[in-house]
Nanobody, 121 residues
Framework: QVQLVESGGGLVQAGGSLRLSCAASGGTFSGYAMGWFRQAPGKEREFVAAISWTGSSTNYADSVKGRFTISRDNAKNTVFLQMNSLKPGDTAVYYC??????????????WGQGTQVTVSS
């Protein structure tokens, strides 16, 4: 069974940067689009970013557009989320997600366990 494992979360001051990683355990990401979601305490989970299998297309939530960048290294079976100019509103648990398809359509097949990102003011 494929397991998605996130890493790279932590505590950072407003205006700082973090880079999240998502790696596959027991399988690969071959052929599948990947995405990132986040969920703040007491809030609903929201979409952050997604990338197609080949990396030819990406999409972002308006709240992170211009600040976050999603990328992938298929040779290393890893997906990244580079987060710059972080704001306190970005504080949340960030989840990696695998799609059923090669292009993202918000239909999630698998979820990672999440990694905490905390941005202080």
């Amino acid at each position: 069974q494929v397991q998605l494992v996130e890493s790279g979360g932590g505590l950072v001051q407003a205006g700082g940067s973090l880079r999240l990683s998502c790696a596959a355990s027991g399988g690969t990401f071959s052929g599948y689009a990947m995405g990132w979601f986040r969920q703040a305490p007491g809030k609903e989970r929201e979409f952050v970013a997604a990338i197609s299998w080949t990396g030819s297309s990406t999409n972002y939530a308006d709240s992170v557009k211009g600040r976050f960048t999603i990328s992938r290294d298929n040779a290393k079976n890893t997906v990244f989320l580079q987060m710059n100019s972080l704001k306190p509103g970005d504080t949340a648990v960030y989840y990696c997600a695998r799609s059923w398809y090669s292009y993202w359509n918000s239909n999630v097949r698998d979820w990672g366990q999440g990694t905490q990102v905390t941005v202080s003011s």
